[in-house]
């Protein structure tokens, strides 16, 4: 079985919407990203826990199968996230973040996880990032995420990150945020030419773009995902980190990483987020089925599929 | 060649973009669908227009092959409309609209007109658009669009034009407002359970949703297109009118009306919509060749095509 290293944060959050509210469930971007990829591969998942850490939600990742050897505990709170939706849920209002034992975290990471060959960076900190980048050695695949605030504060280090990732994963604004353009296929062009051979923008409900630069053609550079058609969502919360973890778990289980796998695993990353989505906290996606997962990744082929045939009948002028 | 009837304004618009302004150039529902129907079918428009209205406007129309024989003129302003977009080009801000002689136009089809099998209501007045449909015989295929002002003030109008044409083609803002519903599949349920056999939502630079009620399997009731990608839009106006003009046009040609049929139509809707943003006024749409279209097509097929290979490597769990 694949082996998949993810550091990042394992977390509690507090979720309002307008519907529902729940408190102090488990979140942070390592644990939805485990869940997701934990069905496809073995994760290894690196992170702070406070004491206060209920085992009850550790016991949750390991009963799973994810290697939680690499959670470290620490004196002092956990990370603490609480956020808002509004009736759109397309974006988080952040209403308060305490990073608690997160705060002044540098992983180190154990003998064992330093040569995990697919590693997914969550987002945090670009330069600790960048030091466990040379932590790894010699990856066959590093995903990174990031967030709006490094991008603002940390621009060159999360530069520095991207030029050392295979494959970027960040939403729609981060994008025209990183290279300052509304246009997206400009800005996906600036971040390719730092190095990483895909990126992937995510867009919430309307899906994400892939764009990969090495290929056979240049039909093939970019795949234009839709998100799963669902009635109800409940909690966005987690739907990126579930997305990379379907996307790299799927990679690590399928062996091949050109741009035709790389739209595979998009489709089984928008599939697991459509599951993470569907409840609060990581609950979707940790009981999400693998006949559920097919039937999502068929579903998304038939939404898609156009014939060939592109006029029957008399020819256009 | 199969024959198309639109009944809907020809008109001179103003537009102003962050980058640009074009003042008095061709524009109304009814030109940007001709000139991207014709491209497929002998199309027919009925429309008013004032004394104003320059001869070599309607040339461009006729030089296409389009039937102007339609297009009454009467004493008075012609229909003009000023808008105004913004940065990321999605919504037009009207600033001005002078119906002129549109404003008590009342269109009576001409003798030769009123067997026509393919109808395309562009957005008018639903009164008005019910009135067509009285006159009309029989036809093969009739698909309406509207607008926010109508679904506000004319809801059961709407309904009920909805209620008798095969097919709907909204944007996704009027979706919703339609069925006071912020889901999208709620609001297609609901349009779709007044009668018509499709529903198109139009999503602007996200693409269209593709609805519909009968078919083999569940899994082709619902369509998701993404928008051509284009680096750079020059002017939004007339694109939902160019889209209903592929879409139509590509019916008519193509002869079959079934699902997999009304998917290849959004296809050419997509790419007729494609041309006509790229320029202002009609001049993407007007001077688009076959070859373009054609290519525009495949080039869509690409960017959304999935292999059926879920897994080659380990099964998920």
Chains 1, 2 share one sequence.
Not at 133 to 143: E, G, H, K, S, W
Not at 180 to 200: C, D, K, M, N, Q
Not at 279 to 293: E, P
Request: proline share 5%; hydrophobic share 45%.
């Amino acid at each position: 079985m694949p082996d998949i290293l993810v550091v990042g944060s394992v977390a509690y959050d507090d979720v309002q919407t307008p519907f529902d509210r729940k408190r102090e469930v488990l979140g942070g971007a390592a644990s939805y990203f485990a869940l997701a990829a934990c069905r496809y591969a073995r994760v290894h998942v690196v992170a702070v826990l406070g004491d206060d850490f209920r085992d009850e939600d550790v016991e949750q990742l390991r009963c799973k199968d994810i290697d939680v050897s690499g959670l470290e505990r620490r004196a002092g709170p956990s990370f603490r996230w609480s956020g808002r939706y509004d009736y759109d849920m397309s974006a988080a209002e952040t209403l308060h973040t305490d990073l608690g034992v997160f705060a002044d975290w540098r992983p180190e990471l154990p003998e064992d996880k330093r040569a995990v060959p697919f590693v997914f960076l969550a987002n945090i900190d670009p330069e600790i990032q960048l030091e466990l980048l040379d932590q790894v050695r010699r990856p066959r695949f590093v995903a990174m995420d990031s967030m709006n605030y490094w991008l603002e504060f940390k621009r060159d280090a999360v530069a520095d990150v991207m030029s050392r990732a295979d494959l970027v994963c960040i939403n729609e604004s981060e994008a025209r945020q990183f290279a300052r353009t509304f246009s997206i296929i400009r800005a996906a062009r600036e971040i390719l030419e730092l190095g990483p051979r895909a990126l992937v923008v995510k867009r919430g409900e309307n899906g994400s773009m892939l764009f990969t630069k090495e290929d056979r053609s240049d039909a093939h550079r970019l795949f234009w995902s839709p998100a799963y058609p669902l009635e109800k969502v409940q909690d966005p919360t987690g739907a990126g980190d579930a997305f990379a973890g379907g996307l790299v778990g799927y990679l690590a289980a399928d062996g091949d990483i050109d741009p035709m796998a790389l739209r595979r695993a998009v489709v089984h990353g928008t599939v697991s987020a459509s599951f993470a989505v569907e409840t609060f906290s990581v609950d979707g996606i940790a009981s999400a089925t693998r006949g559920a997962v097919e039937e999502r990744y068929e579903a998304i082929r038939s939404l898609v599929a156009i014939e060939a045939r592109a006029l029957a009948g008399t020819p256009p002028r």
